[in-house]
């Protein structure tokens, strides 16, 4: 079986907005506040973005330095 690739997992918007539809779901099921469903999705959506970006920079990075020891070489 193969592993997964949390990294590519992360960084997809699909990924967040299917688990902020998830999570909003079963906040409703249960009967919360409206106010606290939006509140809650709001962090997601936070969160998710700062994880891109961040996974996003690293990359860049990564490219960058690949390319840079390949000039050196």
């Known amino acids: 079986m193969d592993k997964i690739n949390w990294k590519q997992k992360l ?5 967040w907005a299917a688990l902020t539809g998830f999570i909003t779901s079963v ?3 249960f009967n919360m506040a409206d106010t ?3 509140k809650v ?4 959506t936070a969160i998710s973005n700062l994880i ?3 996974l ?5 990075d990564a490219k960058r330095v690949e390319n840079e020891n390949k000039e050196v070489e």
Not at 41 to 44: D, E, R
């Open 27 to 29: 906040l409703f099921l």
């Open 11 to 15: 960084s997809s918007r699909k990924f």
């Open 41 to 44: 999705a709001s962090l997601i």
């Open 52 to 54: 891109i970006y961040i």
């Open 56 to 60: 996003t920079e690293g990359y860049v």
């Open 36 to 38: 606290d469903v939006q």
